[in-house]
């Protein structure tokens, strides 16, 4: 380790770790939040401009970057290439996600950063990994589900395929997949002393996710179409019913004591209690389970259910999850900058995380990150003077 850059004191049980983040859009700039938020320093080296500004935010809201030192460097010269090895020769990980050859063809490729640093960790992220017929493919979270299989296994079963958001390809698959990569690295590194290379992508990643289906279906307990299955929406107690304001609720009892206690509440006839698994029995059940949830309010239901084993819940907005008692008792959400957003997860008992905040003067100023570096003032004076490094 090379001991915390960070100016100001972090708490986590990533204090102590150095990260350079190359800036972009998605799985990596949330991956450097998380680990920022664990305790981490990370730099993230932006570009001069931004080619993309239908895209920015207001550094209040803009979580790209938060809890991070930025430099905005000019790395089409080779002085800005040059800072960026001279920062990795004091980082612990390097994090990009540019398409396969993009960092080589600047200059700072794995080869070459890790002559400068042989126990750096260099976590790349892509959509499609670093070689194969598609690896330099454009892509996005819809595009990998679609190859990994996924996207055809949610939606209704008569209707059309249905992405969920952009949170199984984009921050499953990929965000969470490329942490556990570095921190799987990093363990390693502390027995070997040695960096390496991880190449995440992100259709291997949410594949990778949908590996217990895989095992269902060859077992021969999983029909390769989709609203067939158990859990997903084929079974009438594993899906949502409107209600009768147009809300709805979710209902997810699938052990029978479980489906018992559902029953007794709706009320569902007796009979399909004992009968749960007979999918001979589901249309009907699932035509009397709809007709029974329309004759009262989503709220009206929630208390029908309040207290019981039954697992069933409304179905809320972002807006609504955020004030729901058991987030409200669980401080789950936080206020930062003029927004609010999820508290850092997962807890630690003995090293708590805190929630990284909007960039200052203090993050934002280059002979500040520099000197942390051990980079002089006159040289960083020097680098923004002549036009490397921005202000």
Same mark, same amino acid.
């Given at each position: 380790?090379?001991?915390?850059?960070?100016?100001?004191?972090?708490?986590?049980?990533?204090?102590?770790?150095?990260?350079?983040?190359?800036?972009?859009?998605?799985?990596?700039?949330?991956?450097?939040?998380?680990?920022?938020?664990?305790?981490?320093?990370?730099?993230?080296?932006?570009?001069?401009?931004?080619?993309?500004?239908?895209?920015?935010?207001?550094?209040?809201?803009?979580?790209?970057?938060?809890?991070? /030192?930025?430099?905005?460097?000019?790395?089409?010269?080779?002085?800005?290439?040059?800072?960026?090895?001279?920062?990795?020769?004091?980082?612990?990980?390097?994090?990009?996600?540019?398409?396969?050859?993009?960092?080589?063809?600047?200059?700072?490729?794995?080869?070459?950063?890790?002559?400068?640093?042989?126990?750096?960790?260099?976590?790349?992220?892509?959509?499609?990994?670093?070689?194969?017929?598609?690896?330099?493919?454009?892509?996005?979270?819809?595009?990998?589900?679609?190859?990994?299989?996924?996207?055809?296994?949610?939606?209704?079963?008569?209707?059309?395929?249905?992405?969920?958001?952009?949170?199984?390809?984009?921050?499953?698959?990929?965000?969470?997949?490329?942490?556990?990569?570095?921190?799987?690295?990093?363990?390693?590194?502390?027995?070997?002393?040695?960096?390496?290379?991880?190449?995440?992508?992100?259709?291997?990643?949410?594949?990778?996710?949908?590996?217990?289906?895989?095992?269902?279906?060859?077992?021969?307990?999983?029909?390769?179409?989709?609203?067939?299955?158990?859990?997903?929406?084929?079974?009438?107690?594993?899906?949502?019913?409107?209600?009768? &304001?147009?809300?709805?609720?979710?209902?997810?009892?699938?052990?029978?004591?479980?489906?018992?206690?559902?029953?007794?509440?709706?009320?569902? &006839?007796?009979?399909?209690?004992?009968?749960?698994?007979?999918?001979?029995?589901?249309?009907?059940?699932?035509?009397?389970? %709809?007709?029974?949830?329309?004759?009262?309010?989503?709220?009206?239901?929630?208390?029908?259910?309040?207290?019981?084993?039954?697992?069933?819940?409304?179905?809320?907005?972002?807006?609504?999850?955020?004030?729901?008692?058991?987030?409200? %008792?669980?401080?789950?959400?936080?206020?930062?900058?003029?927004?609010?957003?999820?508290?850092?997860?997962?807890?630690?008992?003995? /090293?708590?995380?805190?929630?990284?905040?909007?960039?200052?003067?203090?993050?934002?100023?280059?002979?500040?990150?520099?000197?942390?570096?051990?980079?002089?003032? /006159?040289?960083?004076?020097?680098?923004?003077?002549?036009?490397?490094?921005?202000?």
């Amino acid at each position: 380790m090379n001991g915390s850059l960070s100016p100001e004191p972090k708490t986590g049980p990533l204090v102590g770790l150095t990260v350079i983040e190359m800036a972009g859009l998605g799985p990596v700039p949330l991956a450097s939040l998380i680990l920022s938020e664990m305790g981490a320093d990370v730099v993230r080296i932006e570009r001069q401009s931004s080619d993309r500004p239908f895209l920015q935010l207001p550094d209040d809201c803009n979580l790209d970057r938060h809890g991070r /030192s930025i430099l905005k460097l000019d790395l089409k010269q080779p002085q800005g290439v040059e800072l960026v090895l001279r920062l990795a020769e004091k980082a612990d990980a390097l994090v990009e996600g540019f398409r396969p050859g993009a960092m080589e063809r600047i200059g700072l490729g794995p080869d070459t950063v890790l002559k400068r640093n042989p126990a750096l960790i260099y976590g790349r992220m892509t959509g499609f990994g670093q070689d194969g017929p598609l690896a330099g493919r454009a892509g996005h979270d819809i595009t990998y589900l679609a190859l990994s299989g996924i996207l055809h296994a949610i939606g209704p079963g008569e209707g059309k395929p249905i992405p969920p958001l952009n949170l199984v390809g984009d921050y499953a698959g990929g965000t969470m997949m490329l942490i556990a990569g570095l921190l799987a690295a990093l363990f390693q590194r502390t027995r070997t002393g040695k960096g390496q290379v991880i190449d995440a992508s992100m259709v291997e990643g949410a594949s990778m996710l949908a590996a217990p289906i895989h095992a269902f279906m060859a077992a021969g307990q999983w029909n390769d179409k989709r609203g067939q299955n158990l859990l997903d929406s084929g079974a009438p107690f594993y899906d949502t019913y409107e209600t009768a &304001d147009g809300r709805h609720m979710a209902v997810g009892c699938l052990e029978p004591q479980f489906f018992a206690e559902f029953a007794r509440l709706l009320p569902l &006839d007796a009979h399909f209690i004992g009968a749960q698994y007979e999918k001979n029995l589901w249309p009907r059940m699932r035509e009397e389970i %709809a007709t029974m949830f329309r004759q009262k309010t989503r709220d009206q239901w929630a208390e029908v259910f309040a207290g019981t084993d039954a697992c069933v819940t409304p179905v809320l907005s972002f807006a609504e999850a955020r004030q729901h008692p058991h987030a409200v %008792a669980r401080q789950a959400y936080v206020n930062v900058g003029q927004f609010e957003r999820p508290a850092p997860s997962p807890r630690f008992s003995a /090293s708590p995380t805190a929630v990284a905040a909007p960039p200052d003067k203090t993050t934002l100023d280059p002979s500040a990150i520099l000197a942390r570096f051990g980079i002089s003032e /006159s040289d960083a004076e020097a680098l923004v003077k002549s036009g490397i490094v921005g202000q």
